[in-house]
């Protein structure tokens, strides 16, 4: 069960990230972000966000870069972590239906001009930010929400960070 809430909750917050080695401008809208390894976020930046060093980057690709959780019940790995996905041709609106579909709260922002939202719940938090064509996601999920800082407060530093780095 708590493989597939994992895998479940993995495809939901990342939706289907589509890997470019060299982003293209999305047509019409002339501005797209710059491309960076982990959207410009390295693992240190990580490690303070969190205040500690609860993840270990484990996925690093064209289309973003996962931090496994390092903690585990029983001797069961739960899958769960800290993610960040450039998305290429997607929209804030579909986006956030999914989000809104798992029961998410639904908070409108803006990071450095781009508009965007945050998904929450006990255990998971998201944040998504557009511009042109691209979408760039920050996420945090884990059965151990006590063990961290306010999730929000995790992806919404990493999403700032992001956007000050790659906009």
Avoid: H
Wanted: hydrophobic share 35%.
């Amino acid at each position: 069960m708590l493989l597939l809430l994992a895998t479940g909750c993995s495809v939901v917050a990342c939706g289907s990230p589509t890997a470019s080695t060299t982003p293209a401008p999305a047509p019409g809208s002339g501005e797209t972000f710059r491309s960076a390894e982990c959207n410009g976020v390295a693992d240190a930046d990580v490690t303070r966000a969190v205040g500690g060093t609860l993840f270990t980057r484990v996925v690093v690709n064209d289309a973003g870069c996962f931090w496994q959780e390092n903690t585990a019940l029983g001797d069961v790995e739960l899958g769960m972590g800290l993610s960040t996905w450039w998305y290429r041709g997607s929209d804030l609106d579909t986006e956030r239906s999914l989000e809104r579909d798992t029961g998410r709260t639904i908070t409108e922002l803006e990071v450095n001009g781009n508009k965007g939202f945050q998904a929450s719940d006990g255990n998971a938090c998201s944040v998504y930010v557009a511009k042109g064509g691209d979408v760039i996601t920050w996420s945090v999920q884990t059965v151990n929400p006590g063990n961290l800082p306010d999730l929000c407060s995790i992806t919404g530093t990493l999403a700032q960070l992001s956007q000050d780095r790659v906009n």
